[in-house]
């Protein structure tokens, strides 16, 4: 059912580009995103339960602009967003041991950002841009590698039960982009996601902790 959906919205945003590329005030493209992601938790101190890291993870998508202006841009497409982080828990049992749990969650999203791009005039071969907007978002890939006391316990273990399913974030972004000529230009720039809604499906703990899902990715991609 997810491949199903992402194959038919990615078919349906290149077949829109497709049949407007003659439109000088639409832009279609690709993307990578190299990123660093971690989330923020919030939990009572008795937990012991805190952030541990910013783990690498890879996005791509496909980009549509539409100009309404020369310097303004309603940026929209479809990408696979890299959320994750680590997470550390210190907790003992019934006999005093000692143990430091560390979960490496490795989670995927399908996200569709909805952005306002601010663009300056063509300076040489440059244009400069600001990107604000929202992105709501789909969880497609739930796994995570659970270590105690420095052992591997759990390898790519399915979560599912235990992340929410939908998310909400906020994306502030900006960059440049250098024009090869005609409408084709190279995209490059940086942005930062922040989680607006808790990932965190917490049946354990009476609702005492949340978790939303942060990352900050170079974006590398080329306009048509």
Known sequence: MKKALLFFALTFIVTAAWSQSSDSNFQFGVKIQPALAWFRVDAPDELNLESDGLPFGFGYGLITDFKFTDRYAFSTGIEIAYRGGKLKYTYE???????????KLSLQFIEIPLTLKLRTNEIGYM???????????YAIRTRADITINDKLVEDNE??????NEFNLSMIIGAGAEYSLGGSTSLLFGITYNNGFLDLLDDKNYDGKVTGNSNYIALMLGVLF
Do not use: H, K, R
Request: hydrophobic share 30%; charged share 15%; proline share 4%.
């Open 93 to 103: 049992d019934i006999l005093g041991n000692s143990y430091t749990e560390q979960d």
């Open 127 to 137: 244009t400069y841009f600001f990107q604000v907007g929202v992105a709501p978002g």
């Open 158 to 163: 399915d979560i599912s039960s235990q992340i």
